[in-house]
């Protein structure tokens, strides 16, 4: 049930510089998937690394277990002793986790044992403590069952060995792959970094949060839910503030955000008159991928290229600024990151509500994904358009509505892409 994108079309379909016509969703991640490369690799202290990718083989330089390890607590015997259980052997050695046996076990005899320490030579098992009996007063063990050998052993080696590649380059790391790097003492280990993310936010009616808008004003909520976006991704993002539409104040502060890996700027894409990014990013010299994606919400979607700076210049209302993150800017992050799956994943559910086409674009609609009778169904939430910010609070997921499709039946499969 779970897939990645199905990239239709290539780079080559059309030419990379300014272009006024309105291309594929597919087209445009690939355009930008083909572009983007990852960052240069840095050495990062192991503890730090949680979230990135990395960038290098790792290779263990140990065996482990570095020994035969007992993998219970209980007594160590030679199995054939056990055969006819119960049987009383005597304990000969009580051997703690750290410490190095210094008895051998010979027939008739056992040895105390926790969990972790190393089994002494001649013992082939362990058997737990709650199939046994201490007889404390003649220093003996009673043995009430018969063990096969090698149970209960941990074979030295038997998780890795010494010279053996135990993490691979492209790697996620998470908590399990740092706990592997210090058992084979790689504190410091080469990782792709995260970009650095500037975000400009256009509009002369924009306010900051904390300013009680005017009848003509309102808060700039679209810096802090990008912000939000670019972090969950682990991005080093810089909020540069809002502009007014001016060309001028725009120019100014791109000029800042193009010491980023990264620049985003919403609103001022479409056609209206104080529509101004676009003029601005050509001004500038900037190479202009594309500049319309046949999609509901964001149409007006600008990328480009300024030097070393990525440029995402989006609408300005914020469910469209919020899905067109999603479709475009997570992707070049994650391949910034060095990762090679660059896409949320996309899931198929049975559809709980018809939906009637309005639109030849494909559609992403806010929609709620939850587990009915082992099986998945989606239902769309209520929605009133690409300013409708409050309507994703109430989704988990983006309901994929493709430009082909004319009807969506009840319980009909769909595609979404999971948000959470």
């Known amino acids: 049930m779970f897939r990645n994108f199905n990239l239709v079309g290539t780079i080559h379909e ?39 990718c990395l960038a290098q083989d790792v290779q263990s330089d140990i065996d482990m277990p570095p020994f035969d390890r007992s993998a219970m607590d209980g007594y160590a015997v030679i ?21 190095l046996p210094t008895k051998k076990v010979l027939r008739g005899q056992a040895s105390k044992i926790m969990t972790g320490a190393a089994v ?48 691979r380059k492209g790697m996620f790391i998470r908590p399990q792959e740092i706990g592997i790097l210090a058992t084979v003492g790689k504190a410091r280990v080469e990782v792709f970094p995260t970009p650095t993310v500037g975000i400009i936010s256009t509009g002369t009616e924009l306010v900051d949060v904390e300013s009680n808008p005017s009848a003509a004003q309102i808060r700039n909520s679209n810096g802090y839910s990008l912000a939000a976006q ?13 502009v007014k539409d001016t060309k001028d104040e725009i120019s100014r502060i791109m000029g800042r955000g193009l010491q980023k890996d990264i620049l985003i700027l919403s609103g001022g894409v479409s056609m209206g008159e104080y529509d101004l990014v676009g003029d601005v990013m050509k001004d500038l ?32 209302n914020p469910v469209a600024s919020f899905v067109t993150f999603e479709l475009f800017i997570y992707p070049a992050i994650r391949k910034m990151m060095g990762f090679t799956t660059y896409h949320r994943t996309i899931f198929k559910a049975s559809l709980e509500t018809e939906i009637l086409i309005k639109r030849k674009r494909r ?14 169904v989606v239902a ?10 409050l309507s994703t609070t109430r989704a988990n997921c983006l309901l994929i509505v493709r430009e082909d499709a004319e009807k969506l039946s009840v319980g009909q499969l769909v595609d979404v892409i999971l948000l959470d």
Do not use: C
């Open 363 to 376: 559609e992403y609609r806010p929609a709620f994904l939850r587990m009915q009778n082992n099986a998945w």
């Open 79 to 99: 199995a054939e002793d056990t055969s006819l259980a119960p049987v009383e052997l005597t304990m000969i050695e009580d051997i703690a986790a750290g410490h």
């Open 120 to 167: 002494p030579a001649g013992a082939d098992a362990v058997v737990k403590f709650e199939e046994t009996e201490d007889l404390p007063s003649n220093n003996r063990v009673k043995i009430l069952r018969a063990i096969d050998k090698g149970r209960n052993i941990s074979k030295m080696g038997e998780d890795m060995k010494a010279g053996q590649i135990v993490l």
């Open 285 to 316: 010299n900037t190479q202009i991928y594309f500049e319309k994606v046949a999609l509901r919400p964001g149409k007006p979607v600008i990328f480009g290229k300024k030097d070393k700076t990525f440029i995402f210049a989006l609408p300005g």
């Open 14 to 52: 059309l030419p990379l510089h300014a272009n006024k016509n309105m291309i594929s969703v597919d087209t445009a991640i690939k355009i930008i998937t083909d572009v983007v490369e990852p960052l240069p690799a840095k050495t990062a202290p192991f503890e730090s690394i949680l979230g990135l």
């Open 230 to 242: 670019a972090r969950r991704l682990k991005a080093d993002v810089e909020l540069l503030g809002t």
């Open 380 to 389: 769309p939430v209520e929605w009133h358009g690409s300013a409708d910010l």
